[in-house]
């Protein structure tokens, strides 16, 4: 059997005027993540993920947040191009893991909801993705409240 583990990370500043999503979920808090598209870094750390497991480069490479077609873009849409690209290398995700790093919110209530939309994208079950929370405690920028970051390995096979 054909195997590849790919990681990935992302980080983004939190902002007002935004809205927060994570793992395509929509989260009531007062400021939101900033970027090009929606900002998603659990999203973005997987599509890298998933990428770099087939040496494919990394989300900036198709999505440049120098293109202005990507602004605003919904990275669920993203994550499912991205999918798309490996199934069609033969490969498909056999599971994948993450972290979620942020002091505020309380993610815990929505990571179910990120797991099943995230499943939904990537054609999985929900028992193949983790998605953990924690915080910093208080060290660094993610501690100081300034920004949101997010870890993720993923496990492909080929078909």
Known sequence: ???????????HRLVSDRPLILGGIQIAHGLGLLGHSDADVL????????????SLGDIGHYFPPSDPQWAGADSLKLL??????????GWKINNLDS????????????????????????QLTADQI????????????????????????TLLVKE
Do not use: C, F, W
């Open 1 to 11: 059997m054909d195997l590849r583990i790919g990681n990935g990370y992302d980080i």
């Open 43 to 54: 999203t973005h750390a997987i599509m890298d993920a998933m990428l770099g497991a087939l």
């Open 80 to 89: 499912a191009q991205v999918n798309e690209l490996i199934l069609s290398k």
């Open 99 to 122: 972290v979620i790093v942020a002091e505020r919110p309380k993610l815990k209530p929505h990571l179910q909801a990120m797991r099943d939309r995230l499943a939904t994208v990537l």
């Open 130 to 153: 983790s998605i953990k929370a924690t915080t910093n405690e208080k060290l660094g920028p993610v501690g100081r409240e300034e920004g949101i970051a997010a870890y993720a390995v």
